[in-house]
């Protein structure tokens, strides 16, 4: 039994490196491993172990760089705003754990509801899945109209879409999702992350942050169910879509925002098993080792959210840490060195196809990334989703 719990820590504190380095999406990590997986067949338990354990901690922990070093992931962008506002007035410390409240308190709601889950999700989805073109049209339409600039979110939107279905339906689709992410927004966050001079406030080590402040976790937890179910919907866009049901105050704004991430991977690993689908890096990773059952999937619940009381209780060091390294370390060195790891990785798994698809992602990254439409970008899974289930293409 000791054996999956280190699973899940080493992939706790793998998650924890991803979540600091500005860019470094987990589906990195989790892509990197697979050919090790089939070099050297550890149980596939370990392997689920280590995965549940890396996604759940870079959820709690990928609001640093976005917090502080102004270079969020898509999935926390919408944080920036009134995190960086706290920043700013020295509440840096605070605005970090009322995001991670809400990853626990999502994680918590995610436990209660898991039987009605389980009653509901599996009869509503095929209902939804005949109008699933619809229910795209409408998510894309959304992302495009709440954008600042109609035309702006439209273009990314497109060029996105067009990537996509070129991707998807060309060679090498087993790891082609790898150089599209890290283009579209590792890249270009890192990248950002580099030119930047940083001047962070002293944060103050006290405050107080309100017991009512876990309802908030409710409105996280919508999000991430509708993340974890339609299909091309990730969590920048499903937030964007609850934005209005989320506690005006940035408080709670940020505390709803902190339990997206972390119920759309529980959701996500349940809806492998459920609906036969998967909705995230992690369960695409699962589902292309092996068929992932009922007991995988308790298996896989139980590991995250051990993986979240340990990221959880780890957090706070964490930030403390993290705020060292701002002062202490030569982040330029550090962006340039996670760019040539990035590079590297995706010629490692891809070839020269995977440069020539990280080229072209990371530019319409930075595009995205210039005209604050960063959103649109998930218009990469949703057109051609929307082409599939309209039976279009593939």
Do not use: W
Not at 171 to 177: A, C, K, S, Y
Not at 258 to 281: C, E, H, K, M, Q
Request: proline share 5%; net charge negative; charged share 10%.
């Amino acid at each position: 039994m000791i054996e999956p719990v280190l699973a899940v820590s080493l992939g706790v504190a793998a998650g924890i490196f991803t979540g600091l380095i500005p860019g470094v999406h987990p589906n990195t990590v989790v892509f990197t491993t697979i050919p090790f997986y089939f070099i050297y067949r550890p149980e596939f338990s370990l392997f689920m172990a280590f995965i549940s354990g890396l996604s759940i901690s870079h959820t709690l922990h990928d609001f640093l760089p976005a917090l502080f070093l102004k270079a969020p992931e898509a999935e926390s962008a919408l944080s920036s705003l009134p995190g960086i506002e706290m920043v700013q007035e020295g509440l840096g410390r605070k605005a970090f754990v009322l995001t991670v409240i809400g990853g626990l308190s999502s994680s918590t709601i995610f436990v209660i509801v898991l039987p009605i889950l389980f009653l509901v999700l599996e009869a509503v989805y095929p209902v939804l899945n005949q109008f699933m073109q619809f229910i795209l049209v409408f998510f894309l339409l959304f992302i495009i109209f709440e954008s600042r600039s109609i035309f702006n979110a439209a273009l990314i939107a497109s060029l996105s879409g067009l990537l996509g279905l070129s991707v998807l339906s060309g060679p090498q689709q087993q790891f082609i999702l790898l150089p599209v992410f890290s283009g579209l927004f590792a890249v270009p966050a890192v990248s950002y992350s580099i030119f930047r001079d940083f001047e962070i406030p002293e944060q103050k080590d006290r405050f107080q942050i309100s017991s009512s402040r876990i309802k908030e976790g409710f409105a996280g937890f919508g999000s991430g169910l509708i993340a974890g179910v339609i299909p091309g919907i990730g969590a920048a866009v499903s937030t964007t879509f609850l934005t209005p049901f989320m506690d005006s105050d940035r408080e709670g704004f940020l505390t709803g925002l902190g339990g997206v991430n972390t119920s759309d991977i529980l959701i996500s690993f349940l809806a492998l098993y459920l609906i036969g689908r998967p909705r995230s890096g992690s369960s695409v990773a699962l589902q292309m080792i092996s068929e992932v059952r009922i007991p995988e999937v308790f298996f896989l619940i139980g590991c995250s959210l051990l993986g979240a009381g340990l990221s959880g209780i780890l957090s706070l060091k964490v930030l403390d840490l993290f705020l060292e390294l701002v002062d202490k370390v030569n982040f330029r060195f550090l962006g340039f060195s996670v760019l040539g790891l990035i590079f590297s990785i995706v010629f490692f798994t891809t070839g020269v196809y995977g440069i020539v698809v990280l080229l072209t992602s990371g530019f319409i990254g930075f595009i995205s990334l210039l005209t604050e439409s960063r959103a649109s970008c998930m218009a990469v899974l949703i057109i051609p989703a929307l082409t599939y289930f309209s039976g279009s293409f593939m």
